[in-house]
T-cell receptor, first 115, second 115 residues
Framework: GAGVSQTPSNKVTEKGKYVELRCDPI?????LYWYRQSLGQGPEFLIY????????DSGLPNDRFFAVRPEGSVSTLKIQRTERGDSAVYLC?????????????FGPGTRLTVL | AQKVTQAQTEISVVEKEDVTLDCVYE???????LFWYKQPPSGELVFLIR??????QNEISGRYSWNFQKSTSSFNFTITASQVVDSAVYFC????????????FGKGTRLSVIA
């Protein structure tokens, strides 16, 4: 079956602009996660959804970052007034139940470059 | 707070050599899960294994094996008879806490297998 998909694969923007990153999870997966991976680092948690609601957004670095999942499937990560420090690969993952220990399956990521 | 340490930043081996990737974790939870993921040059994180804290049996899957030792808080990964296709960055990860499912990742170990 289809895995997690993310669009766009690459996004280049200018400092101060607004961007949206999209994630389409595996069909039937109730939990969806966003992570950010900087060069040479492991992924860092941003936010996770159980269904339509954000169950944990403690990883969002500041209020410029926001994410939604209005119908419990596709999610959009939104970044306002982008800064050069936001440049990273943004990874999305989904899991079937979201219960502790449930395996998370990752998408290919969106590489964001802020000039 | 949960923490995962992968002390080996980069490892280089010649094809057919065995190689062990180290992972040490810190947690106060009694119930937790550990994971290994592979990130090949294409960038997509590929799930390899999940292990819960109550199961200390070692696991073997083909050329891959994992050694989980709670006494030393380690979950090491061994590749036997390495191949060029094993070249990738490998991440060890820990479930965030017993009531929450986001993962805490180590910084990864870059493995290069030379023909």
């Amino acid at each position: 079956g289809a895995g997690v998909s993310q669009t766009p694969s690459n996004k280049v923007t200018e400092k101060g602009k607004y961007v949206e990153l999209r994630c389409d999870p595996i069909s039937g997966h109730t939990a969806l996660y966003w992570y950010r991976q900087s060069l040479g680092q492991g992924p860092e948690f941003l936010i996770y959804f159980q269904g339509t609601g954000a169950a944990d957004d403690s990883g969002l670095p500041n209020d410029r970052f926001f994410a939604v999942r209005p119908e419990g499937s596709v999610s959009t990560l939104k970044i306002q007034r982008t800064e050069r420090g936001d440049s990273a690969v943004y990874l999305c993952a989904s899991s079937l139940t979201g219960l502790v220990g449930d395996t998370q399956y990752f998408g290919p990521g969106t590489r964001l470059t802020v000039l | 707070a949960q923490k995962v340490t992968q002390a080996q930043t980069e490892i280089s081996v010649v094809e057919k050599e065995d190689v062990t990737l180290d992972c040490v974790y810190e947690t106060r939870d009694t119930t937790y899960y550990l994971f290994w993921y592979k990130q090949p040059p294409s960038g997509e994180l590929v799930f390899l294994i999940r292990r819960n804290s109550f199961d200390e049996q070692n696991e073997i899957s083909g050329r891959y094996s994992w050694n989980f030792q709670k006494s030393t808080s380690s979950f090491n990964f061994t590749i036997t008879a390495s191949q060029v296709v094993d070249s990738a960055v490998y991440f060890c990860a820990l479930s965030k806490d017993s009531g929450n499912t986001p993962l805490v990742f180590g910084k990864g170990t870059r493995l290069s297998v030379i023909a």
